[in-house]
Structure formats: structure tokens, C-alpha cells
């Protein structure tokens, strides 16, 4: 049944002046991406006029779905005022002070615009800090697009090297140099990754590491790991660096918070925008004065014309204010309702596999093994197929969901609408047993 014409259409128009047709790969889908038109709440309408649950909400960026009223008037209103000056405004100030107040580690707040920029400034940040050049980070974990953060990304398991991980590059002409600068260490392996860190620990600026590395699986890290990561960060003089670009919206005081350890540096992004491009560098006062320019040029110069847009700051502001105690407890419930709804479907029909994640995330990983890292969650041809064939059934039922299997939820959705995803989550992986 053709009920895409129109997305399909506009691919073919997208094709002559955009590379594939495509400015994001990530939301490339094959034959064609299904062009979004508009979306309220929970739901997200296509150009076609078909409705799905959205539970990729921009991938993880969106708390409070689409359009929520309270965000509209928060963004409206400063786009009557103005929308970007080439002065400094009240609003970061107010949505620096709400970070600092809710990241147990954060005295101080720089912002970017993506969480790409953001992870390349916390990387300066300790580089300049400590004077050192190399920067260590976990085997698979995605940290957007800067050189040194998309080292060891590679899908395929022929670039791994033996047990020990080596720094692969993932876009083609990264430098020998970046490769050589880049320790990797394997994610939720003490022995390991202690060790490494001590091998190279006189040159190391920092450890960067994912409380819960989506692309490598979003099986949270073991709290010994980050114990032993913060420890010997310590041991060597280096930094340790929290990605929370994602990990925020797991809890009010965020991963770090959940987890109970303090990071040197945090990096966020996605949900404190509320809805707008944003990302932010966060950290302890003494971290952070790398980019002080009070007293002449600092040691990390950061600019951009469009960081702490008042319209990105205001919004994010609101969905912050939004996210209170209990908008937490009730992201954690439905959470808990779709991950145990689809492990029950899971043995309902017998596919091997089940749900992992924490909060408001959940992936579905098609395979029985025990996921700890990117090697384990690395799919086999035949659970390739599985997931493929999980994402059409879903897609069918009504449920948008990211090609890898990730689901984002966020606090719109309703009970009735928890009960939609896991029904359609039972009813995809039917046609996925009929597979064989
Ligand atoms: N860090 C993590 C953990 C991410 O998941 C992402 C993006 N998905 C980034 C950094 C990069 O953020 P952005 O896409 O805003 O550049």
C-alpha cells in the first residue's frame, strides 16, 4: 500500500540538491526517509498524513514531545523581543544557574549549539587545562562528529583489532595524528581500561566516557567502572569527562546524580534546549576558568555567533522548569511499562532477545546474549534481519521508533498511549517470529 507518496516525491526532489538526497545521516532510511509535517504532543504527523507515536522525539531531544503549549509561549515570546543579539542576555545566566543547581558537579556553564560542539570544547577544555594531548574514550560510544570524539565508531568487527581495542577511524581522512591521540578503552572493563589509562596516563588530558553509551548498546556502566574511571583519572592527572548529552533526561540531577560519581566536566545537550539546537560545557569552577576571559585571553578562546541564543535559552529554561520530581517518577514508570511490556512479548513469542536501558530509554536488542558493550550488542546477520523486520511491524502499528532500536519517550505520553507502543511492540515481534 502506497501511503507515502508524497515523502517519496519529496525525496526525489531532495536528491538534486542535497548529497542522497539526505543533511543528516541519521535519519537516512532506505527507500526513502518519511518527511515529517508537524507533531503535537506524543504524536508526530508525516506529509502524507499518516500518525505515529514518536518515540524517537529528535532523538532523545525532546522531554516534552512536540508543540507543548508552555514552550511555544517560552520561545514566542523572546522571538518578539528579539532573536539573537551580539550581546550576552539574562537568559543564559537563569539557564546556567538551573544547570549548576541540578548537576551536582557543575559550578559553571559555557554553551554551544550542538552536543558535537560541546563534547569538542570539554576535549579543549582538558587539553588546555592539563597541557596534555591524547584523550581516551570507550570502544563504539558515539560523541558526535569531532575528530578526536568519533575515533572507534566502526560497525564492523574485521576493524576491531584482538581483545584490546585500537583506535579505528571512522569518517574517511581522519589523521594518522587524531588516531595516534586517541587511547580506546574497552567500556565496562576495569582491568582494561585502568590499565590503559595508566599506560598513557603522563600524556592523557581526559577520559571521556557515556554513564550509558547509546551506540554501544545502552547498557548502563557498571558503578565500579566509573568508580575505577574517576579514581584513576585522579592517579594520572587527568580529567574525567561525563557525556550526558543523552544522560540527562535520566534523572533530575542526571546520570552523575544517579550514579553518585563527580565528573571534572560534563557535557550536555538536546533536552536543556528545550526543542531548539543546543549544547553546553559544565564543570567545576577551577575546570572551567579555562575559558575566562576576564583577565586577558584565555587559555581556551570559545565563541559562536549563535551560542546561548536567548530563543534556545528561554525554551530550555521552560522544559527544564518543566521536568520537575515528579515528571521524572512518571518518565521511570512508563519506561518500566513498555521495557517489561516487550520483554513479555519477547517470551510471548519466543524471539530471543528483550530490552535493556534505564528511565525514559529503552533499545531492543534481538539476540540473548548479555550485552555489556559495543562487541556484545553487535548484531549477527540473522539478528539484523530480525531488528529490520521489527522496525517495518512497528513502523505498520503505528509506532516511529530509530532504526537501531532505540525508543525515547517522553511525558505527554499516557497510559493508553504506553499500552499502543507495547502493542504494537507485540505485534511487530510476531511477524518477526514468523521470520523463523
Ligand atoms: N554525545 C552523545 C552522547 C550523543 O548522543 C550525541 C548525539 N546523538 C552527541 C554527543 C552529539 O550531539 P549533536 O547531535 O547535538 O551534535
Known amino acids: ?12 526532489r531532495a536528491m538534486h540538491s542535497l548529497p542522497g538526497g539526505n543533511t543528516r545521516t541519521t535519519v537516512f532510511m532506505k527507500p526513502f526517509p518519511i518527511y515529517a509535517a508537524s507533531g503535537a504532543g506524543c504524536r508526530v504527523r508525516d506529509l502524507d498524513g499518516n500518525e505515529y507515536i514518536d518515540c524517537i522525539n529528535n532523538f532523545t531531544s525532546l522531554i516534552h514531545g512536540h508543540s507543548h503549549p508552555v514552550l511555544i509561549e517560552a520561545a514566542t515570546r523572546q522571538l518578539a523581543l528579539g532573536s539573537a543579539f551580539g550581546m550576552p542576555t539574562e537568559s543564559e545566566v537563569d539557564l546556567a544557574e538551573l544547570l549548576a543547581a541540578r548537576l551536582p558537579s557543575v559550578d559553571q556553564v559555557r554553551f554551544a549549539n550542538s552536543g558535537t560542539e560541546a563534547v569538542m570544547m570539554a576535549l579543549k577544555a582538558a587539553r588546555a587545562y592539563t ?29 576491531w583489532g584482538g581483545n584490546a581495542p585500537v583506535s579505528v577511524a571512522y569518517a574517511k581522512g581522519t589523521p594518522e595524528n587524531v588516531l595516534a591521540d586517541v587511547v580506546t578503552i574497552p567500556f565496562n572493563d576495569i582491568e582494561a581500561a585502568v590499565s590503559l589509562i595508566r599506560e598513557h596516563g603522563p600524556e592523557l588530558a581526559c577520559v571521556l566516557v557515556d554513564p550509558m553509551p547509546n551506540r554501544a548498546g545502552l547498557v548502563p556502566a557498571d558503578k565500579a567502572y566509573l568508580e575505577a574511571l574517576r579514581q584513576v583519572t ?12 543523552i544522560t540527562f533526561r535520566l534523572g533530575y ?4 546524580g544517579l550514579w553518585g560519581i563527580s565528573p571534572d566536566l560534563t557535557t550536555l545537550g538536546k533536552i536543556i534546549g528545550g526543542g531548539f539546537p543546543v549544547g553546553a560545557i559544565a564543570g567545576g569552577k577551577e575546570f572551567m576558568a579555562v575559558f575566562d576571559p576576564s583577565s586577558g585571553k584565555p587559555a581556551l578562546p570559545h565563541g559562536g555567533t549563535f551560542s546561548a541564543n536567548p530563543v534556545t535559552m528561554r525554551a530550555g529554561l521552560a522544559a527544564m522548569e518543566l521536568l ?9 514508570t512508563i519506561g518500566q511499562a513498555v521495557r517489561d511490556g516487550i520483554d513479555a512479548a519477547f517470551r510471548n513469542t519466543g524471539v530471543p532477545g528483550g530490552t535493556v536501558g534505564l528511565g525514559s530509554l529503552l533499545k531492543i536488542h534481538f539476540t540473548d546474549r548479555k550485552i555489556r558493550d559495543y562487541r556484545t550488542a553487535y548484531l549477527n546477520e540473522v539478528e539484523t534481519k530480525r531488528q529490520t523486520a521489527f522496525n517495518a511491524g512497528l513502523l505498520n502499528h503505528g509506532v516511529f521508533a530509530a532504526n537501531y532500536g532505540l525508543l525515547a519517550l517522553s511525558t505527554p505520553m499516557t497510559d493508553a ?4 507502543i507495547v502493542k504494537a511492540a507485540a505485534a511487530a515481534l510476531e511477524q518477526v517470529a514468523a521470520l523463523g
Open 1 to 12: 500500500p502506497d501511503n507515502h507518496a508524497k515523502s517519496r516525491d519529496l525525496y526525489q
Open 253 to 256: 540531577h542526571g546520570a552523575q
Open 417 to 420: 498511549d504506553v499500552e499502543t
Open 234 to 245: 585522579r592517579e594520572v592527572g587527568a580529567l574525567l569527562i561525563f557525556d550526558e548529552v
Open 131 to 159: 597541557g596534555r594531548p591524547k584523550i581516551a574514550k570507550c570502544e563504539g560510544a558515539y560523541h558526535g562528529s569531532y575528530d578526536y570524539a568519533e575515533v572507534s565508531l566502526d560497525p564492523t568487527p574485521a576493524a
Open 324 to 332: 520537575d520530581a515528579a515528571a521524572f517518577a512518571r518518565l521511570d
